[in-house]
């Protein structure tokens, strides 16, 4: 009866050497100089991602530590013979001197303790008894507290080969008992072209766009990529095509973002949305939509400041270089800030599908320099002032904050409106100059700061009484803690340089009319804050936003200029 069984590809193909390891190549240099040497470590930690080769390696160092060669006669080496009895073993995984040992489920400092016991032991077959202990983050505490003088000073015949996906969580006393070698992640013309090797000696016909569609979902992972090619083929059935894979992950097609673009650039909501709908009938994920729409954005983005950055053998090459000249900077950073903002909101929503048609909505409505239709941001008449005045003065232009439901960068999509006109101040009372000066537009003057500046700003004049010795000013005010008498006498000394002539303050008794610049500036700033709240309410495209996107006006964000 013939055996139906076979390995998946992530067993088979494997590494079985240092020359078959792919992308790891400053940890191989490396070790194969340290073994060629016999310059050895008794403790190596191997870090990195999932499926770049940690444990591939600890067993192909197990294997160059004890290799016979095939006469039984060999000695240490950086490139075992993959023949004798304890190369074969430790690739059957059998070899009784080379234990791996998983943290994640022996975690604890009775596991340890065992494992350290059998340590002193003299190894068996081997030349070296060698413990693989995987993802070692996940000991406890005192189980590193129980390894730590054992790794520190093993015995001759023993080492320890430590992996881990998150060496954040290693004691630093653990660290620096260890040769640390960070593994990289896979790019993806590398995982491509171990990919075709691959598929070659398997006799499978496939398309490189498609080898390129798996890299890319392995995201640095080699273990994930010939795990997702297994999947492939046997979903394939045949030809492994960039259809049937983009089908089996449920990714998009290229086609559908350049469509997307193409939209948002014609300003076409009704086709946005259609193509929002076409996703959804064949099931795509809308999140990993998003993911490829950032990073086509991206491209975008770097082939307008560096054009040389698109590579000829990208298969949307073309489509980048002309979307580069058709979408501005700005819009290429508002898009991508958009997608990458709103792919945690698809949870949010009532499903994925609303989520990202919002998103694609959203992009169209706070396209720079033009909202959803193309229209820009209409501007609102300016609002009267709610008193008379013989003389208004015009104040700045009013800012708001954007709406909390909104992204960031779209705040940007809510132009200021124009200057609102507000009442003048208004002044107190002006007698002949030479008999009671303007006090007001005095105590602004006065080149005065901090707590003698506050003491002017509380003040009104009661009585002014110049004579020829010097001027006698009364004044009061609601404040009096402010009134001490090194503020009075800095006033005072104030005053005396701006009239040339001896000046004495006086505090008088009575009631502030509330006249002083304080309350008079704070009641120019609530007409004006009021203005800016009636012109913004009238503002047809704050109106636009809150009927279309239920936006709301962060109370008090509305501030004059």
């Known amino acids: 009866m013939e055996d139906m069984t076979a390995l998946a590809l992530a067993r088979s193909w494997r590494p079985k050497t240092f020359s078959q390891l792919v992308g790891q190549d400053h940890v191989v240099k490396a070790l194969t100089h340290a073994l060629d040497q016999g310059r050895l470590h008794h403790a190596w930690l191997f870090t990195g991602t999932r499926g770049v ?7 192909i160092m197990a294997k160059a530590l004890n290799c016979t060669g095939e006469d039984g006669q060999g000695k240490m080496t950086s490139e075992p013979c993959g023949k004798c009895p304890a190369c074969l073993e430790i690739d059957a995984g059998r070899f009784v001197d080379y234990i791996e040992m ?4 022996n975690r604890g400092v009775d596991d340890i303790a065992a494992l350290l016991e059998k340590a002193a032991y003299a190894p068996s077959n081997g030349r070296y008894k060698v413990y693989m202990i995987d993802e070692v983050h996940m000991l406890t505490n005192h189980a590193f507290n129980a390894m730590l003088k054992t790794l520190e000073e093993p015995p001759e015949h023993v080492k320890f080969i430590l992996a881990t996906t998150d060496p954040q969580k290693i004691p630093v006393t653990i660290l620096s008992r260890c040769l640390q ?20 000696a398997e006799k499978v016909d496939y398309e490189v766009n498609a080898l390129r569609v798996l890299a890319k979902a392995a995201q640095g992972s080699m273990r994930d990529a010939l795990s997702l090619t297994d999947q492939s083929i046997a979903y394939a059935a045949g030809k492994v095509t960039e259809e049937s894979v983009r089908g089996m992950l449920g990714t ?9 673009l193409d939209c948002l650039i014609a300003k076409d909501g009704a086709s946005l949305l259609a193509i ?30 560096v054009p040389e950055s698109v590579l000829d053998d990208w298969p949307e090459a073309g489509e980048i270089r002309r979307l580069a000249t058709q979408l501005s900077k700005e819009e290429a950073q508002l898009f991508y800030q958009i997608t990458i903002t709103s792919r945690p909101d698809l949870s949010l929503a009532p499903d994925e599908q609303t989520g990202f048609s919002m998103t694609l909505l959203r992009m169209l409505a706070f396209r720079p320099g033009g909202g959803g239709g193309g229209a820009t941001a209409p501007s609102a008449p300016p609002v009267a002032s709610a008193r008379p005045t013989s003389a208004p003065s015009t104040a700045p232009a009013a800012k ?15 132009v200021a409106p124009p200057a609102m006109k507000v009442a003048a101040a208004p002044t107190a009372a002006v007698a002949s100059p030479a008999d009671r000066p303007d006090w007001h537009t005095l105590m602004r003057q006065l080149p005065v700061k901090g707590m003698v500046q ?19 000013a009364t004044i009061v005010t609601p404040m009096p803690q402010l009134a001490s008498d090194a503020s009075i006498g800095r006033l005072a000394d104030a005053l005396t340089a701006h009239f040339g002539k001896p000046v004495k303050i006086v505090i008088g008794k009575g009631e502030v009319e509330g006249k002083t610049v304080a309350k008079v500036d704070a009641q120019i700033h609530q007409e004006k804050r009021m203005n800016a709240e009636q012109m913004i309410a009238a503002d047809p495209f704050i109106q636009q936003l809150q009927k279309e996107f239920g936006a709301t006006v962060v109370g008090g964000s509305v501030k004059p200029l």
């Open 400 to 414: 708001v904050s954007a709406p909390s439901s909104t992204p960031a960068p779209a705040t940007k999509a809510a």
């Open 181 to 200: 070698f960070n593994l990289k992640q896979m790019p993806v013309p590398l995982i491509v072209e171990h990919l075709e090797k691959v598929l070659a």
């Open 252 to 260: 998009l097609d290229d086609a559908y973002l350049i469509r997307i």
């Open 102 to 105: 998983d943290a994640a489920s």
């Open 276 to 305: 929002s709908n076409e996703m959804g009938e064949r099931s795509m994920s809308f999140s990993l939509a998003l993911q490829d729409l950032s990073s086509l954005l991206q491209k975008i983005a770097s082939a307008q400041v």
């Open 454 to 472: 506050q003491l002017a700003f509380q003040t009104e004049l009661q009585d002014w009484m110049d004579s020829a010795a010097g001027v006698k």
């Open 53 to 59: 080769g940690k444990t591939t390696i600890a067993r």
